[in-house]
């Protein structure tokens, strides 16, 4: 089975850079690492995904492990709009499914 | 462009009703999807379709059935409702491959009482 392991709830202050991490230790070598977050009473959103290399989009950075076993999912001035649960999975290439595990609650303090 | 819109927002069952979930998509995607999120919980794949013409089952299909209508619209059917099944249930559309981002709609809040 996919299955990735989060903190379940971090916090930061805002304008401050936040660290969200992820192991993914059963990933094999062409699953695709998503990130996405859910804000209260809203479906999930996408942030970012990437393969192999570092991934920069206007929303955050994704830094993948050279082993590919983890990954940190950068923002980079933490705003109160970022306060979501923050969800990291992978697409199975085998099972052709994606799986979201329980995710990080990020909390964003003024 | 609406993205994915998901019919209707609220509803409330009683055990052994059935009910259709809708849901449609005006991307033009290929693969649709179905999840549940249970309170605190992050979601679960309950059945998905790669392409129009076929469906698939995914970590929790018991108790569901879905119908892909046409490449627009991807129904879930709950044929007996049962209180194990009062969610949230949200659909997703993707252009292809599961690479490509899920975009999702903004959920069917379920009660079965």
């Known amino acids: 089975d996919a299955k990735t392991t989060q903190p379940n709830s971090m916090e930061s202050n805002e304008e401050e850079p936040v660290h969200l991490p992820c192991n993914h230790s059963?990933?094999?070598?062409?699953?695709?690492i998503h990130w996405y977050r859910q804000l209260p009473s809203q479906g999930p959103e996408y942030v970012i995904h990437?393969?192999?290399s570092n991934v920069n989009n206007r929303m955050a950075s994704l830094a993948i492990a050279e082993d590919r076993k983890s990954s940190t999912l950068i923002l980079h001035r933490a705003t109160l709009r970022d306060a979501a649960v923050y969800y990291c999975?992978?697409?199975?290439?085998?099972?052709?499914?994606?799986?979201f595990g329980g995710g990080t609650r990020l909390m964003v303090k003024p | 462009n609406a993205g994915v819109t998901q019919t209707p927002k609220f509803q409330v069952l009683k055990t052994g009703q059935s009910m259709t979930l809708q849901c449609a998509q005006d991307?033009?995607?290929?693969?649709m999807y179905w999840y549940r999120q249970d309170p605190g919980m992050g979601l679960r794949l309950i059945y998905y379709?790669?392409?129009?013409?076929?469906?698939d089952k995914g970590e929790v299909p018991n108790g569901y059935n879905v119908s892909r209508l046409n490449k627009r619209e991807f129904s879930l059917r709950l044929e007996s409702a049962a209180p194990s099944q009062t969610s949230v249930y949200f659909c997703?559309?993707?252009?292809?491959?599961?690479?490509?981002?899920?975009?999702f709609g903004p959920g069917t809040r379920l009660t079965v009482t």
């Open positions: 997703a559309s993707t252009p292809d491959r599961l690479a490509y981002e899920q975009y």
């Open positions: 059963t990933i094999s070598g062409t699953d695709y």
């Open positions: 990437g393969l192999t």
């Open positions: 999975n992978y697409f199975n290439n085998a099972g052709n499914m994606l799986t």
């Open positions: 991307m033009n995607h290929n693969s």
């Open positions: 379709s790669a392409s129009e013409g076929t469906t």
